[in-house]
């Protein structure tokens, strides 16, 4: 069974149709991607996803459970976290404490254990911050965990922003232009990040991103929105040689880039 | 650029002139007496030093050249100087000439004309005014002018000169708090006669500066042994405190120590949640309220006749003051969870306004609810607490007890900032959205900062009506809402030794301050704004507003070259 089934998702502003009737399906296991043109609604689709907007129609479900009408947090305790195309992160907290951040529904201390520093609050905080510190190294940020989120670098700062939802332990990893921004080294190294993460994780991806070379050299499967509707779906090479995703698109000049 | 100079100094100098006009004419002169105009060219000094300071970043401030910033200055100086002194001479000209300008502008009375020019009152009513006062005058805001240069000269060597946190400066920072202590200690002796007839302000004002002092020890000491045992002997200071002030001394203090409980649980609401609430008055109104009924039940008219009918004797306490506690707590705490409730959705201005209304409501309802709560007549008589048989009304017991309050509510906010709770709170103060997509369950994190706010409001007001013994509405109206948040403000938002040092300064010095009664009020104005321009972070603030408020400024900060553009920065709540 399909870990992500989205069913004919409409999303509506007043009388703009941001996403109408998409169906989308992401196996376990697997790296998707999600591509458009600006204002396709892919963006949209992912609030819509992780519980931000509600659509008006459609259903989501997640590991066989609808997910309609639950709010974020009871999302990301399902199992499905996300980042951010425009960074957000909790930039006065440091790195360490924006991944524990995102471990909050992992933990179970209690206001009064904390007060009295129980034995068990004790351990899962230690453990917890432990944790943080793997994370932090997994995603490449060994040592900067004491400093400030807004004081790191853009780079640094997306990793961290996956490192935060890594937190949550989720099953579904949505990442929003995850190399947005990156010079083509760092682009690389995102690429072998979200590798790993399925591969030494067992983290489904589910990624929006331009940069057609990671797109094309990374998914299993390609998604293109345009205008709110799915025109096209399937493997990388499929979706490339597809006329209507040319048009509405890659462009020409894209697809003779790849030909060659 | 000479040209720059001259228009910016002209442009301060109006500004200067405008403040001291006002000075002038709500009559500071007067109160003044004679040295009236050397104060206000002191103050004019400070005025033109904010100023010509301009921008805050250290660059603005060190590239800035000495020549034209005299220009500026003096400019700014003779600018201000020349207007005052021709507004002062036109109206010493209309009472030389017999012209009667009280009925339009009160303060401008011969006394206070006098002051400015330096002359005996009657001089200026028989027409004698000092032929060069005018000029005198001028020239004593053109060298404020050149003044506020200076110390602008005098901040930029201070602040490019790096401070060694180690040495002679660390030590005397951990020992003033002693120091100060002993010198409290040595004044209460009678035979010590400095200060004269203020010896007992001066005793007080040293106190405080002595607690106040000890909060910068602790930062100044090092974390781990050095810190602990400065923390035990600085509480063994504290504990020698009460028994060493006078009643007055006391009862200001306690007065300062209950506003801590209260600022310490608004701390939690606006510093570290980041929730605005204007109404926090109305859980102290709660606490307060509800000890009067356990407490002075036959105060309440209702509430009595209740329980005859139900055969409890209502002439007596029902509780004593430490049963009380928790009662007057959960109370308290559940109308945090009411309020909680409806605002929920709203944020910044909204939430703000909202419960503003909702601080309001209760006053009235006290107001209005004669039979229950006695209206405007108030509950009387309500028990101080007992121990043994031992009476803790007199002010030294109220103040250890605030002092032990404060400090319990001290340690748990500090274990809540530190905990899972406090780190969602923080989360959701910086951006209430991605808090939540990221797992934190904001309905739950939101009325649990509104509910433990409430709870040590509860308590503090629990404190306060039996300190007081009778207690009204009027007690509890909208400003001791914002006398709270101004103290969280003035100490450093989710700063815990802030919120301390903050009712130091607003709810302590105003006492200290007695001796020019009115015009505090304008001093504390004037403040305020000075300090939120020179440190808007508060005067000890959290390591992490710093942070907020001064990223990139400082020394050591990673040079991280600033994204495109961060998602949208939500300081709500946060700018106030």
């Known amino acids: 069974m399909a870990l992500l089934e989205a069913k004919a998702v409409t999303k509506i502003f007043g009388g703009l149709v941001a996403v109408g009737g998409v169906d989308l399906t992401v196996e376990e296991r697997t790296i998707a991607s999600l591509i458009g043109p600006n204002g396709a609604g892919k963006t949209t689709l992912f609030n819509c996803l992780t519980g931000l907007y509600r659509p008006e129609e459609g259903d989501i479900l997640f590991d066989g459970a609808s997910l309609v009408g639950l709010r974020s947090d009871q999302i990301v305790a399902l199992g499905m976290a996300r980042t951010y195309q425009n960074i957000r992160l909790f930039g006065s907290m440091t790195a360490i404490e924006n991944v524990l951040v995102g471990q909050h529904v992992r933990l179970r201390s209690t206001p009064l254990g904390a007060i009295f520093q129980s034995p068990g609050t004790r351990r899962e905080e230690q453990r917890a911050e432990q944790y943080a510190r793997e994370l932090l190294a997994f995603v490449g940020l060994a040592g900067k965990g004491d400093m400030v989120a807004r004081n790191l670098p853009y780079g640094d700062q997306r990793l961290l922003e996956v490192a935060r939802a890594l937190g949550s332990r989720p099953r579904l990893l949505l990442l929003d232009e995850p190399a947005a921004g990156m010079n083509p080294r760092e682009t690389d190294a995102m690429m072998a990040l979200i590798h790993r993460l399925r591969d030494e994780l067992g983290i489904t991806i589910l990624l929006i991103e331009h940069d057609m070379k990671v797109v094309m050299s990374i998914s299993d499967r390609v998604s293109v929105l345009d205008y709110g509707k799915k025109i096209a779906e399937g493997r990388p090479a499929e979706v490339r040689s597809d006329p209507r995703v040319i048009e509405a698109y890659l462009g020409a000049s894209v697809l003779a880039g790849h030909n060659d | 650029m000479r040209l720059r100079s001259l228009q910016r100094g002209s442009r301060i100098g109006a500004i200067a002139f405008a403040i001291l006009t006002y000075l002038i004419l709500i009559g500071l002169p007067t109160r003044l007496g004679a040295p009236a105009m050397s104060v206000l060219a002191l103050l004019a000094a400070l005025i033109f030093w904010l100023a010509l300071r301009g921008g805050k970043s250290k660059q603005a401030f060190a590239n800035r050249a000495p020549a034209p910033l005299f220009l500026t200055g003096t400019t700014a100086g003779f600018v201000a100087g020349l207007l005052t002194a021709l507004l002062t001479a036109g109206f010493a000209q209309l009472l030389m000439s017999g012209v009667n300008v009280q009925p339009y502008l009160d303060k401008i009375v011969p006394m206070n004309m006098a002051a400015l020019y330096g002359v005996m009152p009657g001089a200026l009513v028989a027409g004698e005014a000092p032929a060069w006062g005018w000029l005198w005058q001028m020239a004593f805001v053109t060298l404020a002018g050149v003044g506020g240069a200076l110390l602008v000269l005098i901040e930029r060597a201070l602040r490019q000169r790096t401070w060694s946190v180690g040495g002679a400066t660390r030590w005397l920072a951990i020992l003033l708090p002693f120091i100060l202590l002993g010198f409290v200690i040595w004044l209460g002796n009678p035979a010590v006669t400095l200060g004269g007839n203020a010896k007992g302000t001066l005793r007080l004002l040293m106190a405080m500066a002595a607690i106040g002092s000890g909060l910068f020890a602790l930062r100044a000491a090092r974390p781990g042994r050095e810190q602990r045992v400065l923390a035990l002997l600085l509480f063994v200071g504290l504990a020698c405190l009460p028994f060493t002030l006078d009643q007055f001394q006391n009862s200001v203090m306690g007065i300062v120590f209950i506003f801590v409980m209260m600022g310490l649980g608004l701390n939690i609401v606006v510093g570290f949640a980041g929730l605005l609430d204007l109404g926090y008055v109305a859980f102290f109104a709660i606490g307060a309220y509800v000890y009067a009924f356990l407490s002075a039940p036959f105060a309440s008219p209702a509430f009595s006749s209740l329980l005859t009918s139900l055969g409890i004797p209502a002439a007596a306490p029902l509780t004593s003051f430490w049963l009380a506690i928790p009662i007057t707590m959960v109370a308290a ?111 739950r994190t939101k009325l649990l900062a509104f509910a433990i706010g409430a709870l040590f409001a509860g308590l503090a007001g629990q404190l306060y009506a039996a300190r007081q013994m009778n207690i009204f509405p009027d007690n509890f109206t909208l400003f001791v809402s914002v006398d709270t948040l101004s103290l969280v403000i003035v100490g450093g938002m989710g700063s815990i030794p802030g919120v301390v040092l903050g009712a130091l300064a607003l709810k302590g010095l105003p006492e200290v301050l007695r001796g020019v009664d009115e015009y505090r009020i304008v001093a504390f104005a004037a403040l305020l704004v000075i300090m939120m321009i020179v440190r808007p972070e508060g005067i000890l603030p959290s390591t992490r507003r710093r942070r907020e408020l001064h990223s990139g400024n400082e020394p050591g900060a990673e040079v991280a070259p600033e994204p495109i553009r961060i998602g949208a920065l939500t300081q709500e709540g946060g700018k106030a």
């Not at chain 2, 709203?346 to 209005?368: K, P, Q, S």
């Not at chain 2, 039979?371 to 009304?393: C, E, H, K, V």
């Not at chain 2, 030294?396 to 032990?404: G, H, T």
């Open chain 2, 333 to 443: 705490g559940v109308g945090g969870v009411l309020l909680g409730i409806p605002v929920l959705r709203l944020r910044g201005d909204y939430l703000a306004i909202v419960t503003l209304g909702f601080g309001e409501i209760i006053r009235l309802f006290m107001l209005n609810l004669s039979d229950l709560t006695n209206g405007p007549r108030g509950m009387l008589n309500i028990a101080p607490p007992y121990l043994f048989g031992y009476s803790f009304g007199n002010p030294r017991d109220i103040f250890i007890l605030a002092l032990l309050g404060a400090g319990v509510i001290a340690f748990t906010a500090h274990r809540l900032d530190g905990s899972r709770l406090g780190r969602a709170w923080i989360a959701m103060r910086e951006d209430e959205d991605v808090a939540q997509a990221t797992g934190v369950n904001l309905v």
